[in-house]
T-cell receptor, first 114, second 108 residues
Framework: GAGVSQSPRYKVAKRGQDVALRCDPI?????LFWYQQALGQGPEFLTY????????KSGLPSDRFFAERPEGSVSTLKIQRTQQEDSAVYLC????????????FGDGTRLSIL | GQNIDQPTEMTATEGAIVQINCTYQ??????LFWYQQHAGEAPTFLSY????GLEEKGRFSSFLSRSKGYSYLLLKELQMKDSASYLC?????????FGAGTQVVVTP
């Protein structure tokens, strides 16, 4: 079946521009997660949704980062006034929900800020 | 917090066995996950331990000791396609905290 789909696959933006990254989770998955992965590092947690409710946003680096999942399916991660340190791979994952369910990841969006 | 440590890189020969260790310091977690990640691709789920002991899934096995703050992933009968980064992650109510990953290089 279809996995987690993320778009765009690559995004190049100039410093100061706003960007929006999209995640389409596996159908029926109630939990959705965003992670940021720097080169040579493991993914770092950003935020977590259960259906449309954002239950944890403790990992968002600053108030320039904003995520939403208005209908409990597709999610968007928005970064305002981008800075060079925002350059990374942004991974989205979804799961059936519950504490022991494995997360299934998309291929990520590679964001480069010039 | 929960510092998660794993070796940066390991090299092994095709057909051999490799054990990737992971140590962590945590105040509490639900389970420990292992993921495989090829360069430029999504992490893919390999195994999960809730209870202490060994979980076997084909060529891959994972072990957990909560009292020692220790886990390992065992890869048997290594194949060239196993060359990848292996990520240890502690799970707490859905949220995963990852180590930096261990790059495994399989040589002919």
């Amino acid at each position: 079946g279809a996995g987690v789909s993320q778009s765009p696959r690559y995004k190049v933006a100039k410093r100061g521009q706003d960007v929006a990254l999209r995640c389409d989770p596996i159908s029926g998955h109630v939990s959705l997660f965003w992670y940021q992965q720097a080169l040579g590092q493991g993914p770092e947690f950003l935020t977590y949704f259960q259906n449309e409710a954002q239950l944890d946003k403790s990992g968002l680096p600053s108030d320039r980062f904003f995520a939403e999942r208005p209908e409990g399916s597709v999610s968007t991660l928005k970064i305002q006034r981008t800075q060079q340190e925002d350059s990374a791979v942004y991974l989205c994952a979804s799961s059936l929900g519950g504490r022991d369910q494995p997360q299934h990841f998309g291929d990520g969006t590679r964001l480069s800020i010039l | 917090g929960q510092n998660i440590d794993q070796p940066t890189e390991m090299t092994a020969t095709e057909g051999a066995i490799v054990q990737i260790n992971c140590t962590y310091q945590t105040s509490g977690f639900n389970g420990l996950f292992w993921y495989q990640q090829h360069a430029g691709e999504a992490p893919t789920f390999l195994s999960y331990n809730v209870l202490d002991g060994l979980e076997e899934k084909g060529r891959f096995s994972s072990f957990l000791s909560r009292s020692k703050g220790y886990s390992y992933l065992l890869l048997k009968e290594l194949q060239m396609k196993d060359s990848a980064s292996y990520l240890c992650a502690v799970g707490s109510w859905g949220k995963l905290q990852f180590g930096a990953g261990t790059q495994v290089v399989v040589t002919p």
